[in-house]
């Protein structure tokens, strides 16, 4: 039987899980039909959003009781590796999508682990449902808007938007600069912070429709790589936001992420496993051109030279270190009986995310020379867009830097830098 591409990253996928990873492999043909498209216009593909939601994985991570496809982390990991290797920016862009499951499923975990009141339960019952149900059974695209450009020393994300309470709602103001999916997903989950408050108790999640008065996007710009992920960002002016559109209850954001198995809400892993995915395609072309092309004096591929193998061997190495780590990242995070306390698998969490990073880009880099110049350095050739699209991974989320030393001061101090913190 065909080995699925999901199947390279988790390689002892359960019945249940080859069926879901049959429905990713189902729709890599139309995205690798428009990936250099996507890449030279800068845009994300808004076709994708049909046929993603057609075979069901806009669910995919979504019980089944709210009409999803029932998966789990091993399912996402998969899922983003395999759509990476057709088109990287629509998978990290997918990636995004499901990470708003989290503002639903931990929410409902954090219910059941008695971490709200009565009288907090049903609203924020009702609000983790409204996600899963968007998700499962309608469907919709869902974009995460946290990140903003502001930098605070002691905090990951600064979030300077804020909630006022108004009669029958919330206003929003603010600049988010960064959530993928901007103009493209059907509704918007935001964070701010509640009015009042100088700490992350004062966090809450707010749904917003795209075309809300008040809502518009910030200037597109012209990222180097993963250009079609419509990650410029949203301006909110006033924009009014009902009750029951939003999780306002104080610390409730807080309450929700301690029940998360790894880092933030949980399933971090799976975004660089978008970047896994993009180089094992690369390495995967890069040998089919070094098998097939040959020497103009000889019969010989041009992968039988030294130079070409002593690359080759770079490859592998740094192929397999990516995924050693990624694997054992998932397995750390996913496993039915925890095998680590949440304190250590955060700090693997953050020296995984750099050595798959730099180990990606390391292999590009590789590809590009072994190509050489006749197969590697057209702008918009697979080896080339992988480059660019890899270099990406070297900064997005956090670098490599970043997470070593936070690494490091968790190993001698014990703690680290909180996730998230207020203007």
């Known amino acids: 039987m065909k080995k699925l591409t999901g199947q390279f990253l988790i390689e002892d996928m359960t019945a249940a899980e080859v069926a879901r990873a049959e429905r990713v492999e189902s729709v ?55 759509l990476a290797t057709a088109c990287p920016s629509t998978s990290l862009t997918f990636f995004f999508h499901c990470s708003s499951a989290s503002r639903g499923l931990l929410a409902l975990e954090a219910l059941e682990a008695g971490l709200f009141t009565e009288q907090e339960a049903p609203g924020v019952r009702a609000f983790a449902e409204q ?17 903003e450009s502001e930098k605070s020393e002691k905090a990951a994300i600064t979030i300077g938007t804020t909630a006022t309470a108004v009669d029958g709602g919330y206003l929003l103001n603010g600049v988010k600069s960064f959530g993928c999916a901007t103009g493209v997903a059907d509704r918007y989950l935001v964070t701010a912070s509640l009015e009042g408050y100088s700490t992350a108790e004062g966090l809450c999640t707010f749904f917003v429709e795209r075309d809300a008065p008040g809502v518009s996007e910030r200037e597109h710009w012209d990222a180097i790589g993963m250009r079609g992920t419509a990650t ?12 029951e559109n939003a999780l306002a209850v104080p610390a ?26 993009a180089a094992h395609a690369l390495y995967q072309y890069t040998i089919g051109q070094l098998r097939t092309k040959t020497f103009a004096d000889s019969d010989k591929s041009i ?12 490859m592998l190495v740094e192929l397999e270190t990516a995924s050693v780590w990624l694997r054992r990242q998932i397995e750390l995070e996913s496993s039915e009986t925890p095998i680590l306390p949440k304190q250590e698998v955060v700090k693997r ?28 350095t057209g702008n918009h050739g697979v080896p080339a867009r992988a480059l660019r699209d890899l270099c990406m991974g070297l900064v997005q989320a956090f670098p490599a830097e970043r997470g070593r030393l936070m690494a490091a001061q968790m190993e001698i101090e014990g703690s680290e830098q909180a996730q998230f913190g207020t203007r």
């Open 28 to 82: 890599l043909p139309a995205l690798r039909a428009v990936a250099a498209e996507v890449d030279a216009r800068g845009e994300f593909h808004r076709p994708h959003v049909r046929t993603l939601s057609d075979a069901g994985l806009l669910g995919l991570i979504v019980p089944e009781a709210f009409g999803g496809m029932g998966g789990g982390l091993r399912d996402l990991c998969a899922a983003t590796f395999a």
């Open 131 to 147: 996600v899963l149900n968007t998700m499962g059974r309608q469907g919709l695209w869902l974009a995460n808007f946290a990140s």
């Open 232 to 243: 410029h960002g949203i301006i909110l002016k006033d924009v009014f936001v009902a009750t």
């Open 252 to 277: 409730a954001f807080t309450r929700c992420m301690q029940m998360s198995r790894g880092s933030f809400v949980g399933n971090q892993v799976a975004g660089i496993a978008c970047y896994l995915g």
């Open 303 to 314: 992968g039988t030279a030294p130079y070409q193998q002593e690359l080759i061997g770079h």
């Open 349 to 376: 969490w953050r020296l995984c995310k750099g050595v798959v990073a730099e180990s990606a880009f390391n292999l590009a880099a590789y590809c590009v020379k072994a190509c050489g110049t006749g197969g590697g």
